[in-house]
Every structure is written in C-alpha cells, then in structure tokens.
C-alpha cells in the first residue's frame, strides 16, 4: 500500500464543473501540499496545510488530520486548469512522499 | 523577483559519466530540496537542505549527492550515470525546511 494515495487517478469535466481530488496518507505529517503539474514539467506549488482549509481564488484545499484525509476543490473549473495535481507530505526529518497525481483534464 | 532558477535546461550524457546540476534558490529562501521525476511517474524526493546542512535524504544510491553553498544555491551531482538515471529533477526552494516549497522548471537529464 502507498503511503500517499489519490483518487481519481484521472478525471474529466466540462468547463464550470466542480472539481474535487482527494488524497489520504498512511503516515504521521507535519504538512501536506499541493501541487499542479503542467504538460512540460512545471511544477507549481498550490498550498502547503496543516490543518484546517484554504483558499486562493477557485481553488480550495481542505485537510482532516485525525482521518488523515485532504481535498482539493476546484471552483467553476476552465481548461486551463487541466493538469496533473499531485500531493505530497512532509514530515520534518525524513522523506517528502509524492502521491501519484491526479490527471484533469477540462473541456471546453 | 526570479523564481528558482535550475541550470543547465537540457543535458545529455553517456553511462558512467558525472553530471553537476545547479539551483538557485529565490532570494531569502534558505532551504533546496531536489526531486527526480522519471517520465510517467511522481517525483521523487532526493535531497533536502537548509542552511547548508542536510535535512533529508530519499533512497538514493550514493552515487547521487548535493551540497549548499553560503549564498544557499545547490549542486546536485551524481556519478557513474545509468540509463536509468535519465529524467527530469526538479528543485524547489522555501523560506526554511517548514515552509511552502517553490519549484524551478527542472533540468532534463539524458543518458545514453
């Protein structure tokens, strides 16, 4: 079993879908991210959370220490949010663990 | 304000050469983590360091190694190169080891 799991592994809306991907993870955190990877490579980092909900524009991260569970919505979505989004934990001191991304993908 | 800046953009080597990548980090960050993404597949966490000490390591053989420099640029080397070795590695840089990590757009490493 992975220590970092997401569901879906791939998903497909129409453009102003609510989106939401969800990640568990099996160990002890200090944080969890977000992360969106473009076609090409590009990482961009989305939220770092240790408790709690946040917020940036359409998107949201929400995550539940105690059933160590995390979400990422996504708000009235649009092609350009179409990507691979990936969380990954951290717990200080010892590895970053990736999960295997979840691949979006938003028609117009 | 530069974002995290990784050199060279591609790379081509053969088995069993060294290869040297670099990182810098945005300016005030103190703390580089390298990662190897294999083409298909999730990063892959190698190295971290914060104020020029190594925080955390991934399982990687010896042949990978890195280092901090006082203005908190990186180098990562890894020696002895295998096909397997070809992908994309990635650096992120943050505030400390705590923090948000920010990541540069990677260097493409081939080996033939």
């Known amino acids: 079993k992975n220590e970092v799991e997401q569901s879906p592994q791939n998903l497909t809306a129409q453009e102003g879908e609510f989106i939401t991907i969800n990640c568990s993870y099996s160990?002890?955190?200090?944080?969890l991210h977000w992360l969106q990877q473009h076609p090409g490579g590009g990482i961009v980092s989305l939220f770092m959370?240790?408790?709690g909900k946040k917020k940036h524009g359409r998107l949201i991260a929400t995550i539940n220490i105690q059933e160590k569970h995390s979400s990422l919505h996504i708000t009235a979505s649009h092609p350009r949010d179409s990507a691979v989004y990936i969380c990954?934990?951290?717990?200080?001191?010892?590895?970053?663990?990736f999960g295997p991304g979840t691949r979006l993908s938003v028609l117009p | 304000d530069a974002g995290v800046t990784q050199s060279p953009t591609h790379l081509i080597k053969t088995r069993g050469q060294h290869v040297t990548l670099r990182c810098s980090p945005i300016?005030?960050?103190?703390?580089v983590s390298w990662y190897q993404q294999v083409l298909g597949q999730g990063p892959q966490f190698i190295f971290q360091?914060?104020?020029?000490?190594?925080?955390g390591r991934g399982n990687f053989p010896d042949r990978f190694s890195a280092r901090q420099f006082p203005n908190y640029s990186s180098e990562l080397n890894v020696n002895a190169l295998l096909l397997g070795d070809s992908a994309l590695y990635l650096c992120?840089?943050?505030?400390?080891?705590?923090?948000?990590?920010?990541f540069g757009a990677g260097t493409r490493l081939s080996v033939l």
């Open positions: 992120a840089s943050s505030l400390s080891d705590r923090d948000i990590q920010y």
């Open positions: 160990v002890g955190i200090s944080a």
């Open positions: 959370l240790s408790s």
């Open positions: 990954a934990v951290y717990n200080y001191g010892q590895n970053f663990v």
């Open positions: 300016s005030g960050h103190k703390s």
């Open positions: 360091y914060y104020e020029k000490e190594e925080r």
